[in-house]
T-cell receptor, first 117, second 113 residues
């Protein structure tokens, strides 16, 4: 158990368009979901933490109007990159913490490769 | 702030060679320590973890011991396989409340036949 999926796995879009990435916990309820961004040859950078039914908490330096996060249910969180530009091209990974699990348990999705032309 | 430092890669080994990937940390509290593995084109998978000093995490032949005195959590494997080729991330989370993960920059391991 504890599978997290992301959709799409890859997306290529034109500059100025918006892109939505979905993160789903397939077999458990996720009270908290995390969104990370990974640059080539670099570590994961936490972008935001979202709790079901409440507003996301963004890390310093992350534009909340640029990266819209919605956690509408216990199994789904979405990240929308608004008015995407080439510098937004990156690998976006979500993770989910299972309801009732230990605080250090996160299950990661397979990631979404975003390319903005 | 909290941070994790890993040795830079890539680490290139022949099959059946011994592996050590160094990881040291700084933390304001008492962290739990983790190793995650990322295979090409995939997300992260938890490889092993240790939650207190002197604990040893192990999985799939990999081991790491939580050394508080040296603030280290080095990853070791006695005999690597080609299928171990991946990027390995050391990470920590504080044991106080629902804290987030802090990752190192990752170390790429390349194992040749």
């Amino acid at each position: 158990g504890a599978v997290v999926s992301q959709h799409p796995s890859r997306v290529i879009c034109k500059s100025g368009t918006s892109v939505k990435i979905e993160c789903r916990s397939l077999d458990f309820q996720a009270t908290t979901m995390f969104w990370y961004r990974q640059f080539p040859k670099q570590s994961l950078m936490l972008m935001a933490t979202s709790n079901e039914g409440s507003k996301a908490t963004y890390e310093q330096g992350v534009e909340k109007d640029k990266f819209l996060i919605n956690h509408a249910s216990l199994t789904l969180s979405t990240l929308t990159v608004t008015s995407a530009h080439p510098e937004d091209s990156s690998f976006y990974i979500c993770s989910a913490r299972r309801r009732g699990s230990l605080k250090d348990t996160q299950y990661f999705g397979p990631g979404t490769r975003l390319t903005v032309l | 702030g909290d941070s994790v430092t890993q040795m830079e890669g890539p680490v290139t080994l022949s099959e059946e060679a011994c592996l050590t990937i160094n990881c040291t940390y700084t933390a304001t509290g008492y962290p739990s320590l983790f190793w995650y593995v990322q295979y090409p084109g995939e997300g992260l998978q938890l490889l092993l973890k240790a939650t207190k000093a002197d604990d040893k995490g192990s999985n799939k032949g990999f081991e790491a011991t939580y050394r508080k005195e040296t603030t280290s959590f080095h990853l070791e494997k006695g005999s690597v396989q080609v299928s171990d080729s991946a990027v390995y991330f050391c990470a920590l989370t504080l044991n106080s409340g629902y804290s987030t993960l802090t990752f190192g920059k990752g170390t790429m391991l390349l194992v040749s036949p």
